[in-house]
Nanobody, 121 residues
Framework: QVQPVESVGGVVQSGGSLRLSCTAS????????MGWFRRAPGEKREFVAS????????FYGDTVKGRATISRDNGKKIVYLQMNSLKPEDSGVYYC??????????????WGQGTQVTVSS
């Protein structure tokens, strides 16, 4: 098993950029697909991006396509989420997840505590 820990988010203005990172400790990082979800106030969790164990396949939610890039460094056990052209609706708590099988929902999913991202108008 692994324990994902997100970096501190931040407050940015509309149109700005932000890079989040997630460090997974305690297990074999390369055994897991990694992903990001987010939850805005009063809304359910939304899929943002995912990347497979080898890093050669990436997927994105419709709301962030063209503005987000996910990558991973298996040597450092880190997954990144680069977000550009941020909008106020991108605000929310971002969660990093490590999943032995994708999509998450099985017995081998490990979630971070989340990090706050706020995009001002």
């Amino acid at each position: 098993q692994v324990q994902p820990v997100e970096s501190v988010g931040g407050v940015v203005q509309s149109g700005g950029s932000l890079r989040l990172s997630c460090t997974a400790s305690g297990g074999t990082f390369s055994d897991y697909s990694m992903g990001w979800f987010r939850r805005a106030p009063g809304e359910k969790r939304e899929f943002v991006a995912s990347i497979n164990w080898g890093g050669n396949s990436q997927f994105y939610g419709d709301t962030v396509k063209g503005r987000a890039t996910i990558s991973r460094d298996n040597g450092k056990k880190i997954v990144y989420l680069q977000m550009n052209s941020l909008k106020p609706e991108d605000s929310g708590v971002y969660y990093c997840v490590a999943a032995r099988d994708w999509p998450p929902g099985g017995d081998n999913d490990y979630w971070g505590q989340g990090t706050q991202v706020t995009v001002s108008s």
